[in-house]
């Protein structure tokens, strides 16, 4: 246990239907992030959120909407999907600043998206 | 951030010493070496992390070199629930951000750790 919440665990979809992938955290971090991991590749990073506001997106497709409504909880939303973003989606959280910060990622388990 | 180097895949047997090696020789001299896990199908675990002096806390061990271009994580007694893939990092952010970045992590391949019972 993390600390960081990812709802569902396990998503189907289909191309045309639109859905929301959901992260909380309640440790009093301020930054947030999305990483995306195909099967047999690295993780990507795909979003990044401090103090709410996006400070990074790395040429991540439209289809792809990341919402940020408060330093605990970010959502993915998800529309139009190919099959090839059939991936496991992880969220992280973390504390910036201070004397005594590890600049430790603390990741929630996953969500496992396959699109049909 | 500097680019590191680790081998695919390592094989150790259960109860022994895991030494998981990492070359970092590009690092620059603000840059920290960081180590996470990932066992599979979950998300990457913080293991340790270190700027020049070695470093132990209750998973690991990370010796680095006095030159810093290279660095060991050691499991030292390795079990069964140790076997995922272990990624080694290295950062230019120090760990208190005094700039207040939220900069992500890069991670690369890793190396898959296999314990044998």
């Known amino acids: 246990e993390t600390g960081v919440t990812q709802t569902p665990r396990h998503l189907v979809m289909g191309m045309t239907n639109k859905k929301s992938l959901k992260c909380e955290q309640h440790?009093?971090?301020?930054?947030m992030y999305w990483y995306k991991q195909s099967a047999k590749k690295p993780l990507e990073l795909m979003f990044v959120?401090?103090?709410?506001?996006?400070?990074e997106n790395n040429s991540v497709p439209s289809r792809f909407s990341p919402e940020c409504p408060n330093s605990s909880h970010l959502f993915l939303h998800l529309h139009t999907l190919q099959p090839e973003d059939s991936a496991l989606y992880l969220c992280?959280?973390?504390?910036?600043?201070?004397?005594?910060?590890?600049?430790?990622?603390?990741f929630g388990e996953g969500s496992r998206l396959t699109v049909l | 951030d500097a680019k590191t180097t680790q081998p695919p895949s390592m094989d150790c047997a259960e109860g022994r010493a895991a030494n998981l090696p990492c070359n970092h020789s590009t690092i620059s001299g603000n840059e920290y070496v960081y180590w996470y896990r990932q066992i599979h199908s979950q998300g990457p675990q913080y293991i340790i992390h270190g700027l020049k002096n070695n470093e132990t806390n209750e998973m690991a061990s990370l010796i680095i070199t006095e030159d810093r271009k290279s660095s060991t994580l050691i499991l030292p007694h390795a079990t069964l629930r140790d076997t995922a893939v272990y990624y080694c990092i290295v950062r230019c952010t120090p760990p208190g951000d005094s700039g207040g970045g939220a900069d992500g992590l890069t991670f690369g391949k890793g190396t898959h750790l296999i314990i044998q019972p």
């Open positions: 992280a959280s973390r504390r910036t600043g201070g004397p005594t910060n590890t600049g430790e990622l603390f």
């Open positions: 959120y401090n103090f709410k506001e996006q400070t």
């Open positions: 440790l009093g971090h301020n930054a």
